[in-house]
């Protein structure tokens, strides 16, 4: 028993070890987030959104971002609810747009009125076919993100931020022409990348080396989205290209009818994923919240970050 319990503790202070939780020191800031939203369909969805965003709000996002649906199918409501957050909250709204299937006069008239409404930050995207087809650019359309990147630009002074894939974009020639394609993106104009959701810390890392390796200096904000349903991201990873690692299924065997726990094993896994990578240097994380505040809040909360009116940190014993 002796030599065992000496073993354990040589293990525990040699390494490698299981991170502990994080203790955040005092005068250490608690990492940046955004959060990102998706326009609903119905009313009683809307509601839900709402709800999510007043939840989070308190947490002071650098900003929120609102989608725009596939082949632009939600151009009116994202631009409801992005021009409602920024009339009614106090968070920075950021509105998603796309080239698919649009006139390159559509696309600016909508970034004007963005513009005059007041809303000053654009996730700009190409988007995809909806159902799924090949994508082809609309003639007279914006062909990339790039282009589009480069046409709000010649539009207004917007913030821009645009899409970067850890594990490449389905659609790539090759690795390097996707990072090449980031790097035209934010040579374009763009300020910032934020990342597909990925499963491994070290794909993302990897993948900052890579960019940073190839003159990118941009911030790469990694994307990080809770999995609660592991049947539903299993499927929606495939339609996108990012791997799902076989200990994520392993967690979540067992627990088709147990939501409860799924949500507090979905909590543990993504606090996991971000403290590894805040571990590793990265102070910025951008969290798909699927219009549910619970996860994100408790992740932001053992991250540190703290409702802006709230006692500033624990006092230590
Ligand atoms: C953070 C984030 C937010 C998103 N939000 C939305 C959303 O709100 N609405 C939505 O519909 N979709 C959204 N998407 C999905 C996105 O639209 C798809 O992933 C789409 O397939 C690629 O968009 P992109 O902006 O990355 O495209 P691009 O950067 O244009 O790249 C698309 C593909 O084309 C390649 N490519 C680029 N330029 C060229 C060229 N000149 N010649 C040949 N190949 C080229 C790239 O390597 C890549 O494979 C989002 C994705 C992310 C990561």
Redo the contacts with the bound molecule.
């Keep these: 028993m002796v030599a065992s319990s000496s073993a354990a503790l040589e293990r525990w202070l040699t390494g490698p070890r299981f991170a502990s939780l994080p203790a955040r020191g005092a005068g250490e800031k608690a990492p940046a987030l955004s959060f990102e939203f998706f326009p609903p369909r119905t009313e009683a969805l809307e509601q839900q959104l709402w709800h999510c965003i007043r939840r989070l709000e308190p947490l002071s996002p650098r900003f929120v971002s609102v ?4 082949g632009g199918s939600t151009q009116a409501r994202t631009h409801a609810i992005v021009t409602r957050i920024l009339a009614e909250t106090t968070l920075i709204p950021a509105a ?1 747009l ?1 080239c ?1 299937g649009a006139a390159r006069a559509e696309i600016d008239a909508i970034a004007r009125a963005y513009w005059q409404a007041g809303v000053r930050h654009i ?6 076919v909806p159902g799924g087809g090949a ?1 082809a650019p609309h003639p007279g359309g914006y ?4 282009d589009l990147v480069a046409g709000l630009k010649r539009i207004a002074d917007f913030e821009i931020s ?4 850890p594990d490449v ?1 389905p ?3 090759s690795v390097e ?2 990072i090449d ?1 980031l790097k ?2 934010l040579d374009a104009g763009a300020v910032r990348a ?3 959701y990925f499963f491994e810390a070290e794909t993302y890392l990897r993948f900052l080396e890579r960019c940073r390796a190839r003159g990118i200096t941009a911030p790469i904000v990694p ?1 990080i989205m809770p999995v609660t349903n592991f049947a539903q991201a299993a499927r929606f990873s495939a339609t ?1 290209g990012v791997p799902v690692p076989a200990w994520l299924g392993h967690l979540f065997v067992g627990l088709d009818d147990d939501q409860d726990t799924r949500k507090l094993v979905a909590a543990v896994v993504a606090a996991e994923q971000v403290r590894v990578l805040q571990a590793n240097g990265i102070d910025e994380f ?1 969290f798909y919240t699927l219009n549910r505040p619970d996860l994100v809040y408790a992740i932001g909360h053992i991250l540190g970050v703290r409702p802006a009116t709230a006692v500033a940190d624990v006092v230590q014993p």
């Design positions: 989608t725009y649906g596939a998603h796309t698919v996730v700009a995207l190409r988007g995809d994508y062909a990339f993100a790039a645009v899409a970067a894939y974009h659609q790539a020639a022409a996707d394609n035209r993106k934020i990342t597909n994307g996108c951008h």
